[in-house]
């Protein structure tokens, strides 16, 4: 009866040891293909320069301003930061980049008819005429805004290169018109073209359409985010930006400071937080199964002192019984590896909508993960080979 429980104690250890190999194999699966994403997130160019650019938001609206009290506000704000002498330049959006946060609307273009599925919202942003420069996003055709698009001047737009593709494939966007749905005829001429740049987020779709207005033709404006490009650093900006602002008008006080470069990073946070996270459980499954297979292993020796002890006398080498030992480690390990790899293929499935520029089924990844896996396995079936490798036969023979 004794000899049946032993054998049955060690299969459910076998198999807890098999179980948590194949879960540590999917949590590292995972946590390498959510960081190699996170790398090239971190590391995708936006389209502008997020370097020395401190920005902040104001929403005269909370004040009761009316629209014409805002506007004043607005410039009045820019001119005085503008006037500072550690200011290059600064740029205004109703929007904020890299937050998230976006508007968009329908168009309609004189003899253009859409597909079915065609998407016709291109992205919205509303700007000064020192918005591009300032984040430095490259004008490749046409003009920037300038003075002479006041709010009563005829309605000028700037596209993305994006949308100059997409609706005049070879021919120049400049000079041409558009309309919202709303309007009976196409009220917007586009002087402009600019380079594509990430509006909403690191991860924004490629080849997003994206229409600039100059903020003083907007009929409603809410808030606006200020972008202001220093001589030398932005964060040294904040307090002279408050003081500024608060200066003005302490009842509209200035919100979500931020570099841009601060606002960069924190747009993919979901992701690093994630990435962390998986690390982090696949590090601690990991180190569960390297223990389990370390004591499981251990205890096969101790069962097996006898045996060994035999093995030595009838002429064994060290060599034979720790290859004996990594031989029980091996078959653990191709149990984990059986059972773990489906698991793995799961996980992998799960996360593929969060990757960014990583294959679900990523072949270093995987690599990587079953290297790690081996390593430790081999680490913890060091100890107990080496413990089994120095058994003196005349104790274990006479241990009995």
Do not use: C
Not at 2 to 10: F, H, M, V
Not at 152 to 172: M, Q, W
Not at 242 to 256: E, L
């Amino acid at each position: 009866g004794s000899g049946a429980t032993a054998a049955g104690g060690r299969r459910t250890r076998n198999a807890l040891v098999v179980g948590q190999l194949a879960l540590s194999l999917a949590l590292l699966v995972g946590a390498g293909l959510l960081a190699r994403s996170l790398f090239n997130l971190a590391s995708r160019p936006v389209g502008y320069n997020t370097e020395n650019v401190a920005s902040f938001s104001l929403n005269p609206s909370l004040a009761g301003y009316d629209e014409a009290q805002k506007r004043s506000l607005f410039e009045r704000v820019r001119a005085q930061i503008e006037a500072q002498p550690d200011v290059a330049s600064v740029g205004l959006s109703d929007n904020t980049l890299l937050a998230n946060s976006n508007s968009s609307s329908t168009i309609k273009l004189p003899g253009y008819t859409p597909t079915d599925e065609e998407d016709m919202n291109p992205l919205w942003l509303r700007v000064n005429p020192a918005f591009f420069t300032t984040i430095e996003a490259p004008l490749l055709a046409g003009r920037g805004f300038d003075e002479r698009d006041g709010a009563t001047a005829p309605k000028v737009v700037l596209v993305n290169e994006a949308f100059a593709k997409h609706y005049f494939k070879g021919e120049s966007a400049v000079g041409r018109r558009f309309g919202s749905m709303r309007d009976q005829e196409y009220p917007y001429e586009i002087v402009g073209v600019v380079r594509d740049f990430r509006q909403t987020s690191v991860n924004e779709t490629e080849g997003r359409r994206q229409v600039f207005f100059p903020y003083a033709q907007a009929e409603v404006l809410g808030s606006m985010t200020y972008y202001v490009r220093a001589r030398t650093s932005a964060t040294a900006l904040n307090d002279m930006l408050r003081q500024v602002v608060t200066r003005i008008d302490p009842a509209v006080p200035p919100t979500d400071f931020a570099t841009m470069a601060e606002q960069r990073d924190a747009s993919i946070s979901a992701e690093r937080t994630m990435a962390y996270l998986a690390t982090v459980f696949g590090a601690l499954a990991l180190l569960l199964a390297a223990l389990g297979l370390y004591g499981v292993l251990s205890h096969g020796v101790t069962q097996r002192f006898r045996e060994i002890g035999v093995r030595v006398a009838m002429g064994a080498q060290p060599a034979d019984i720790v290859k004996l030992i990594l031989g029980q480690a091996g078959r653990l390990l191709v149990g984990g590896l059986a059972l773990g790899v489906p698991v793995a293929a799961g996980v992998a499935a799960l996360v593929r909508s969060q990757l960014f520029g990583v294959p679900a089924y990523d072949g270093p990844s995987i690599a990587l993960a079953l290297l790690v896996l081996a390593g430790s396995a081999i680490l913890a079936a060091y100890l107990p080979a080496a413990r089994a490798a120095r058994v003196d036969p005349s104790k274990t023979l006479r241990y009995e």
